[in-house]
Structures are given as structure tokens and as C-alpha cells.
């Protein structure tokens, strides 16, 4: 399946329709944005409390300020763009999630939804096209030498990445581990 472009946005000056072009064209669109972009003005106010509707409470009982800001960025970027492939109102979209912590539209079965985020940058996937997964992590981050492969990898994926030199290890369990959280 051929995917066009990322789609870079912001809250301000973004022209949707490249979204439904996009979904028209390959049925698929990938969206990204910065957490700086779209770290909600008043995080108390009526217009996230509508926006984010369920999430709201989830919203309200994150204590740390900046995960707070990274979900409910996240969770704008999600709805503004689902809406504009829906030609619908972000509000009037209701986030669930499936039994893995996976978001979904309640009562749309029209796209499939994937959101991911890592530091400042946001990632939406959107298809028409049956299931859609994505996922970002920096390319510089070290899990390899922290153990994280006993957590990520079955037994023959663990020897596979030992086997490889050295300073191979970190970027392909860095990519196993990113196309695994994506599918």
C-alpha cells in the first residue's frame, strides 16, 4: 500500500483538506505535530473539557504537568484530524479504547485511528483501509544496554540482535521494538 507524505500541523493555519486528499488518494494519512503546537492554551477550560469529553477525567488525574500536556496535545491532534478526514467536529468525536490501552471512534467504523508520541513530536495515523498502527521513538535512544530486550523480544529475536556487532544492537532492537508497538 503506497502512503503519501507526513502531514506536518498545527492548531492554527492548517489546511485539513490534505487529510481527506490524502484518504482519497492512498487511504492512509500519516499526521504529525509538535507538543509545542498544540499544548492546550487553557488546560482548564471548557473548550479542552469538550474536546477531550471522556478523557477529560483521565486528563484531570495525570500529576505531572508535562505528561498531563503530552496527552492532552496528543489527544487534540488525534481528534482535529479524525475530524477533518470525518468532516466532523473534534468535540462531536468520542475516544474509547480497545482492551490494550488502543484508541478508537466510538460509532465510526469509517477510519481506524493509531496515535503515538515521544518528547515534542505527536504522530496520528489515519486508513480507511482496514488497521492502522504507528509508532515514534528517537532514533538516539539507548534500550539495548538497559535490558530492555528481555522485555521486548522473544527468545530467537534476543539472539538475533546479540549476534549483531555491537554497534548495531541498539538501532535494530530500537526498530524491532518500534514496529512491534506500532503493529
Known sequence: MAIGDPLAVTVAGTN?????TELA???TALVHGRLDDWRPADPGGAALRATLGRDWARYRDITH???RDQFAASRLLLKHAAAAALE??????????GPTGRPYLRGCD?????????DDLLLVGLTTRGLVGVDAERSDRRIYSRGLDRHICTPHERLLVSELPEEERNPSLLRLWTLKEAY
Open 88 to 97: 466532523a467536529e473534534p468535540q462531536d468525536l468520542e475516544l474509547m479504547y
Open 16 to 20: 485539513w483538506t490534505a487529510v481527506r
Open 110 to 118: 469509517q477510519i481506524d485511528i493509531s496515535l503515538s508520541h515521544t
Open 25 to 27: 488518494a492512498h487511504g
Open 65 to 67: 504537568e508535562e505528561i
